[in-house]
């Protein structure tokens, strides 16, 4: 009675249900398509500090160089800089990148 209803006659693997024969197997990006995206933070156009960052060029020197004694990393000065004192980009308010000033 199965066959007559057609069942039972192909079987199919997990595997083959999952994806399109000539597709490869997929990593992570679109479902129909090639692309993986273009996401990512964007910087400000404008290349001077905001206007409520107070901090002076000197006393952001002073924190970069503290923190590097305490042995962090430049990505991890700035994001605490960023999370603790306020600075959103050291370049901005100092004019130069944290590996530049250490």
Same mark, same amino acid.
């Given at each position: ?12 693997? /997990? ?7 000539h597709?490869? %197997?997929a990593?992570? &990006? ?6 993986? $995206?273009?996401?990512?933070?964007a ?19 002073? /924190? ?9 990393? %430049?990505?991890?000065? &700035? ?6 004192? $306020? ?16």
């Open positions: 009675l199965a066959q007559a209803f057609g069942f039972g006659l192909i079987q199919r693997t /997990h595997s083959d249900s999952r994806r399109h024969p597709q490869p %197997p990593e992570m &990006g679109r479902m129909y398509g090639n692309g993986k $995206g273009m996401a990512s933070s910087l400000p156009y404008r290349r001077k500090p905001p206007t409520w960052v107070k901090m002076k060029t000197e006393d952001v020197c002073d /924190h970069i160089c503290k923190l590097a004694k305490k042995g962090l990393a %430049p990505s991890q000065i &700035g994001v605490t800089l960023r999370d603790s004192f $306020g600075i959103p980009q050291v370049r901005s308010v100092t004019g130069n990148k944290i590996l530049r000033i250490l």
